[in-house]
């Protein structure tokens, strides 16, 4: 019983929460279901799981990416690594509450989807063009929803580059401070390794500095997205049927007995006013009445 209500409660805390909610509730959904999978291959010696990670990370090598086209939108809900959706879903949660505190739900699903793409064609488009990056190609694949998480971190910044927060052992910081080291950290760190996946978070990064500042000419960049994906949600939904309910018309006889039963009803009322008054009438009398106003 305590599963089932347990299960009740995340489900409609998805149903009616908050775009972060639901966003932060589908990459946990997708992360233990990897896991499960996992650890049921494992338990049975059914051999390596590693098959549903290839089929949502993107890779950089063109003709895999056309094999899987739904990978440069699948990757960002995917991880391997405890320790990565953690700090991913912290830093996203963070700075998502103070991204809702100025902007609506769909323009935040729009900036972490449009923000992951950006950075996911950022980091196909260059593991494709340098050279230094060409024996890597075929073995490179990238995953998680870092890129997606620091477009809205820069998106936020930008837009309110001002808002404070108040970290421990540092005190205040402005936001714009944070998201200009976690960029800076992308870059001074980029000869270490993890080349695709600093490519990702500047095409991420790059998406929401472009988001913000179209934003505040009056260009909404993530409506496109918005309206098709309503589109698409709408399809799914139920429609409502209506109920057609047919009468069969009353005789006469049926309908002045309707009526004297009625007139006995009002006559009762009437009654019990010329005794008591209005105020000892109940509320069922008063409905009736007040319907017999409105037929006379």
């Keep these: 019983m305590a599963g089932i209500g347990i299960a009740?409660?995340?489900?409609?805390?998805?149903?009616?929460?908050?775009?972060?909610?639901?966003?932060?509730?589908?990459n946990l959904a997708i992360f233990l279901a990897v896991k499960l999978v996992d650890v049921f291959y494992l338990l049975f010696a059914l051999?390596?799981?590693?098959?549903?990670?290839?089929?949502?990370?993107v890779p950089a090598q063109l003709s895999q990416i056309a094999l899987h086209p739904w990978s440069p939108i699948t990757y960002m809900f995917l991880h391997q690594e405890f320790l990565h959706i953690l700090f991913n879903l912290l830093w996203f949660y963070w700075f998502g509450k103070i991204f809702l505190e100025y902007l609506s739900g769909k323009q935040l699903?729009?900036?972490y989807?449009?923000?992951?793409?950006?950075?996911?064609?950022?980091?196909?488009?260059?593991?494709?063009?340098?050279p230094a990056f060409r024996e890597l190609v075929p073995v490179s694949y990238a995953l998680g929803a870092s890129a997606a998480?620091?477009?809205?971190v820069v998106a936020v910044a930008v837009y309110v580059p001002n808002y404070t927060v108040y970290l421990l052992f540092l005190g205040p910081v402005k936001i714009k401070y944070i998201a200009l080291v976690s960029i800076l950290l992308d870059v001074v760190n980029f000869d270490q390794g993890?080349?695709?996946?600093?490519?990702?978070?500047?095409?991420?990064a790059l998406f929401g500095y472009l988001f913000?500042?179209?934003?505040?000419?009056?260009?909404?960049?993530?409506?496109?997205?918005?309206?098709?994906?309503?589109?698409?949600?709408?399809l799914f939904k139920r429609k409502r049927k209506l109920k057609v309910t047919y009468r069969r018309g009353e005789t006469d006889l049926e309908y002045n007995a309707r009526k004297k039963s009625n007139q006995q009803e009002i006559?009762?009322?009437?009654?019990?006013?010329?005794?008591?008054?209005?105020?000892?009438?109940?509320?069922?009398?008063?409905?009736?009445?007040?319907k017999q106003s409105r037929n006379n």
């Design 113 to 130: 989807l449009l923000g992951g793409l950006f950075g996911s064609a950022l980091y196909i488009l260059s593991f494709n063009i340098f």
């Design 267 to 290: 006559d009762v009322i009437l009654e019990k006013i010329a005794q008591s008054g209005y105020e000892s009438l109940s509320a069922r009398d008063k409905e009736i009445l007040f």
């Design 149 to 152: 998480v620091l477009a809205v």
């Design 109 to 111: 699903l729009g900036v």
């Design 194 to 204: 993890n080349y695709g996946g600093h490519i990702a978070h500047i095409g991420g």
């Design 8 to 26: 009740d409660e995340i489900k409609d805390s998805f149903r009616h929460g908050s775009m972060l909610t639901r966003l932060i509730y589908t």
């Design 47 to 57: 051999g390596d799981a590693n098959f549903i990670v290839e089929w949502l990370e």
């Design 212 to 234: 913000t500042m179209q934003l505040k000419s009056g260009t909404d960049m993530s409506k496109g997205l918005s309206k098709l994906i309503d589109a698409i949600t709408s």
